[in-house]
């Protein structure tokens, strides 16, 4: 067991175009940063989707060879928006993955939002209309866990009807684990309770958590489901610098080029830690006692290696 055992680091899929040059992306940068976390001992890495809306590097393609390039960390998405594939096309790229990873896939996936004309834009743009990512993306999970049985598939789903369907290569995993993600939502809760081998939230305080979790858990009772079978991961946004003013100045231009919008709106959607490393082991202590077990980590910063050796060195020894 080491350090990190519960902790993972997002990947700058998106901040390689960002902050490229004119040279264009170094993507080697997700490498690198892949392997680093992996000598570091973190126990996974994970990366972004969108097709149009923030562009980065497309995260299947990614994940494979991220998945060659390492021999141990776990290899996940935070988050996939599924309603914007085929389940037939993804649950064989997931397995391929899984099977170049030797198991060690996991799909974290999410419904996205529908309230900014970008996210409208990029669903039309697949063919997708987005009043059904709902409906779409909980289907879509139907469909793929039984497409990775190996046996032939019939249904006559809504969006996906399938006709004697048989997937190879089936996963390494028995089933690739699906991590669920929603903030507040009462769909999205209810989806976690019913779908979710984990819930993925980046809800802005520990009160909040507790409400989301409360909600799942009495959902999951009235289900038939034990919810301790189900995962609590924390998804935070971390700018570590030994001064509040400096960590919020780069945390804010992060979030405006990622975003594009500043860092006091994106604070009080989702949760961003920017200051000393003592904050930052505060909040995560604190969602720690409020049962999040398990924490993905962004940088907001173009600083990530830096950030990454940081929060390594000064964080996480007092959070493990």
């Known amino acids: 067991m080491t350090l990190a055992d519960n902790f993972g680091v997002l990947l700058p899929t998106r901040g390689v175009l960002v902050y490229a040059d004119s040279g264009g992306p170094r993507v080697e940068q997700t ?181 989301c979790w409360e909600r799942i858990e009495q959902q999951a009772g009235e289900m038939g489901r034990d919810p301790s079978e189900i995962g609590r991961c924390l998804y935070i946004s971390v700018n570590l610098k030994d001064d509040d003013a400096s960590a919020v100045a780069e945390g804010d231009g992060f979030m405006r080029a990622y975003y594009s919008i500043p860092y006091d709106v994106v604070s009080k959607q989702l949760l961003c830690v920017f200051g000393p490393p003592q904050g930052c082991i505060d909040a995560i202590k604190a969602y720690q006692d409020s049962g999040a077990d398990y924490f993905i980590v962004r940088f907001a910063s173009p600083d990530q290696m830096g950030q990454l050796a940081r929060f390594t060195e000064e964080v996480l020894p007092h959070v493990s």
């Open 31 to 211: 490498w690198q940063m892949a392997e680093t976390a992996e000598r570091a001992g973190y126990d996974s890495v994970w990366v972004g989707d969108s097709v149009t809306s923030k562009p980065r590097l497309e995260p299947l393609t990614a994940m494979a060879a991220i998945a060659a390039r390492t021999n141990r960390v776990k290899i996940g998405t935070a988050v996939l928006l599924n309603a914007l594939r085929h389940p037939v096309h993804l649950a064989h790229a997931a397995a391929t993955i899984d099977n170049i990873s030797g198991g060690r896939t996991i799909l974290g996936l999410g419904a996205g939002r529908g309230n900014n004309q970008m996210f409208i834009d990029e669903h039309a743009a697949v063919g997708v209309p987005i009043a059904e990512r709902a409906p779409r993306m909980e289907e879509s999970i139907r469909a793929m866990r039984v497409l990775w049985t190996g046996e032939p598939v019939s249904s006559d789903g809504e969006f996906y009807p399938l006709d004697n369907v048989q997937l190879e290569p089936r996963p390494v995993q028995p089933s690739i684990p699906l991590w669920i993600s929603s903030n507040w939502v009462r769909r999205g809760l209810a989806r976690v309770a019913e779908q979710g081998d984990a819930w993925i939230t980046n809800v802005p305080s520990p009160e909040l958590f507790t409400r």
